[in-house]
């Protein structure tokens, strides 16, 4: 990456910072300067990072947008080994401390051409959590499916006989979990494991080593069973949901799953953004 010169910044640490430059500027992609040091912890490999951020257009100095005024922190950055590797400005944030501030250049390829410099404050750091954590629940129904955890908290599920109405949502906690509460703004971390109600597997994440990010939003490209059974619940759970063909993919039919299925799920909820 290619530093960018010019840029200063004054204010507070851990506040939104005052930043000045001689206009019209120009900027390349991929460029960035660090505008102020930190004074808190380091931010190391693994953490998610929470930021604020003010836009600035480098032709006239206007403001293009901020998130300090209704503190919308974006939330959304976890350096990860894998998104290090292929983000240089991920990889820019490893090792600096909370309250760093880092201006990186922009040019949009909209037909403005707008260009302008984006300065993210790192405000805080965490770990998102592996496995769900919490309480197991007591007094669960006893003709729910049964669901056991294999060492890692890998989930497998005998279905116990039973048999599912196929018109209403069943949204069941397992594990209490003491974090965060879920959204409906939210997008929520998660590792799942979806069967059939014959009980065969057509998805796991768990056997990826991955996590999904599920957007709980209204536009959130995901079925509706799991934005009704997830909202409300804390981060930390696990969370079985049985969902209807009308809250899940219909009549819609692909390699995995006939048309018309009952979907049975179990979920941890792992972090929030």
């Given at each position: 990456?290619?530093?960018?010169?010019?840029?200063?910044?004054?204010?507070?640490?851990?506040?939104?910072?005052?930043?000045?430059?001689?206009?019209?500027?120009?900027?390349?992609?991929?460029?960035?300067?660090?505008?102020?040091?930190?004074?808190?912890?380091?931010?190391?490999?693994?953490?998610?990072?929470?930021?604020?951020?003010?836009?600035?257009?480098?032709?006239?100095?206007?403001?293009?947008?901020?998130?300090?005024?209704?503190?919308?922190?974006?939330?959304?950055?976890?350096?990860?080994?894998?998104?290090?590797?292929?983000?240089?400005?991920?990889?820019?944030?490893?090792?600096?401390?909370?309250?760093?501030?880092?201006?990186?250049?922009?040019?949009?390829?909209?037909?403005?051409?707008?260009?302008?410099?984006?300065?993210?404050?790192?405000?805080?750091?965490?770990?998102?959590?592996?496995?769900?954590?919490?309480?197991?629940?007591?007094?669960?129904?006893?003709?729910?499916?049964?669901?056991?955890?294999?060492?890692?908290?890998?989930?497998?599920?005998?279905?116990?006989?039973?048999?599912?109405?196929?018109?209403?949502?069943?949204?069941?906690?397992l594990i209490r979990g003491k974090g965060a509460k879920v959204t409906k703004n939210n997008t929520a971390v998660v590792k799942y494991t979806g069967w059939l109600t014959n009980g065969e597997q057509f998805d796991s994440s768990w056997d990826r080593n991955a996590t999904f990010d599920a957007d709980l939003s209204d536009s959130g490209q995901i079925i509706s069973g799991w934005k009704q059974g997830l909202i409300g619940k804390n981060v930390g759970s696990q969370v079985l949901?049985?969902?209807?063909?009308?809250?899940?993919?219909?009549?819609?039919?692909?390699?995995?799953?006939?048309?018309?299925?009952?979907?049975?799920?179990?979920?941890?909820?792992?972090?929030?953004?």
């Amino acid at each position: 990456m290619t530093q960018i010169a010019g840029l200063t910044a004054k204010g507070d640490l851990g506040k939104k910072p005052e930043i000045s430059f001689r206009t019209p500027m120009t900027v390349k992609d991929n460029s960035y300067a660090i505008l102020q040091e930190g004074n808190g912890e380091t931010v190391n490999e693994g953490d998610r990072v929470c930021t604020q951020g003010v836009a600035i257009n480098v032709k006239d100095g206007s403001e293009l947008m901020s998130t300090w005024e209704k503190n919308t922190q974006d939330c959304s950055l976890l350096l990860s080994a894998e998104n290090i590797k292929q983000s240089s400005k991920l990889a820019l944030l490893v090792g600096k401390k909370i309250n760093t501030t880092v201006a990186f250049g922009i040019n949009d390829s909209n037909s403005a051409g707008t260009s302008y410099i984006m300065a993210l404050t790192i405000v805080s750091k965490s770990k998102d959590l592996t496995r769900a954590t919490g309480d197991a629940v007591k007094n669960i129904p006893a003709d729910m499916p049964k669901v056991t955890l294999d060492k890692n908290g890998k989930p497998s599920i005998d279905m116990n006989g039973y048999k599912p109405d196929g018109k209403n949502l069943v949204s069941q906690t397992l594990i209490r979990g003491k974090g965060a509460k879920v959204t409906k703004n939210n997008t929520a971390v998660v590792k799942y494991t979806g069967w059939l109600t014959n009980g065969e597997q057509f998805d796991s994440s768990w056997d990826r080593n991955a996590t999904f990010d599920a957007d709980l939003s209204d536009s959130g490209q995901i079925i509706s069973g799991w934005k009704q059974g997830l909202i409300g619940k804390n981060v930390g759970s696990q969370v079985l949901l049985v969902i209807p063909p009308s809250l899940g993919y219909g009549d819609q039919k692909s390699d995995s799953i006939p048309a018309n299925s009952t979907l049975v799920f179990v979920i941890d909820i792992l972090a929030v953004y």
